[in-house]
């Protein structure tokens, strides 16, 4: 599976869009991007994946660029409830379900 | 659904003693994953299985881990003799088939227990 880069950690101001990038420049061409997160004392929790389109659902935004080298989770309106870390990974599909999470990235809301 | 239901959240032991977390998975689910968190380490990937059968047991740190699926309903990380380097958080996950998921083609949606918190002494 392809190595993700990600910051280690970011801050965001309540009620503004978090913009959390990750490096993937060794994604091959049937691997997906997944984010999950992890909000402290919790087990991680799926936010949202994508190929190589842009994606969209209740939690956030996936844009993945054209050469798909890298993507940005983008969190419209982050409340305090969003601090947490938040993992990015690279992995192809129906490879039976196995994950790795890296380090991820400290996202902490601030009021 | 209750989701993935772990037992116990929290055991406190003393080295050389026997421990046994459990976990439910979430009805349905084919695939189970045991992780276990620490700050040095993140997370790990142990074990996991695809209907009941262990499928990739690479992650298992050594002989004093083992773990079951006796049913798809029911599994089992025992840890015999614990060591204070085993505390941690142990996390179990399940999964669907892909085509399942509901969340279209590729996803492979893990949904987490709450963990367990274990502190060997």
Excluded at chain 1, 4 to 23: F, K, V, Y
Excluded at chain 1, 25 to 45: C, D, F, K, L, M
Excluded at chain 1, 52 to 76: F, G, V, Y
Excluded at chain 2, 3 to 20: L, Y
């Amino acid at each position: 599976d392809a190595k993700t880069t990600q910051p280690t950690s970011m801050d965001c101001a309540e009620g503004r869009a978090a913009n959390l990038p990750c490096n993937h420049s060794t994604i091959s061409g049937n691997e997906y991007v997944y984010w999950y997160r992890q909000i402290h004392s919790q087990g991680p929790q799926y936010i949202i994946h994508g190929l190589k389109n842009n994606e969209t659902n209740e939690m956030a935004s996936l844009i993945i660029t054209e050469d798909r080298k890298s993507s940005t989770l983008i969190l419209p309106h982050a409340t305090l409830r969003d601090t947490a870390v938040y993992y990015c990974i690279v992995r192809v599909a129906d490879s039976w379900g196995k994950l790795q999470f890296g380090a991820g990235t400290q996202v902490v809301v601030t009021p | 659904d209750a989701g993935v239901i772990q037992s116990p959240r929290h055991e406190v032991t003393e080295m050389g003693q026997e421990v046994t977390l459990r976990c439910k998975p979430i009805s349905g689910h084919d695939y189970l994953f045991w992780y276990r968190q620490t700050m040095m380490r993140g997370l790990e990937l142990l074990i996991y299985f695809n209907n009941n059968v262990p499928i990739d047991d690479s992650g298992m740190p050594e002989d004093r881990f083992s773990a079951k699926m006796p049913n798809a309903s029911f599994s089992t990380l025992k840890i015999q003799p614990s060591e204070p380097r085993d505390s941690a958080v142990y996390f179990c996950a399940s999964s669907p088939p892909d085509r399942t998921s509901g969340k279209g083609p590729g996803a492979n949606v893990l949904t987490f227990g709450a963990g367990s918190r274990l502190t060997v002494l």
